[in-house]
């Protein structure tokens, strides 16, 4: 079994609200975010254009939540056989 340590962070209201903002789905947890965030800064600077692809991904999911064209867990596993 994994020993998975976890800790809490303080941050400021705006600050949540901009973290909010990153998530691809409502249930991404803010370890997701964080670590996308993370992963963006890191290769922002050896791969500026790998970067630039992850941001514009990020926003086409967005849009294509916004538009309803998603499925949900629920209806993934049905479909899985899960």
């Known amino acids: 079994m994994v020993?998975?340590?976890?800790t809490t962070i303080k941050l400021r209201h705006d600050t949540k609200l901009q973290l909010d903002k990153f998530r691809e789905y409502r249930s991404e947890s803010y370890d997701e975010v964080v670590k996308k965030i993370l992963y963006i800064a890191?290769?922002?600077?050896?791969e500026p254009e790998l970067s630039k692809e992850t941001m514009e991904?990020?926003?086409?999911?967005?849009?294509?939540i916004k538009d309803g064209k998603f499925i949900t867990e629920a209806e993934a596993k049905?479909?899985?056989g899960l």
């Open 42 to 46: 890191k290769t922002s600077r050896t």
């Open 78 to 80: 049905k479909r899985l």
């Open 3 to 6: 020993n998975i340590k976890e």
């Open 57 to 64: 991904a990020i926003e086409r999911a967005r849009k294509r």
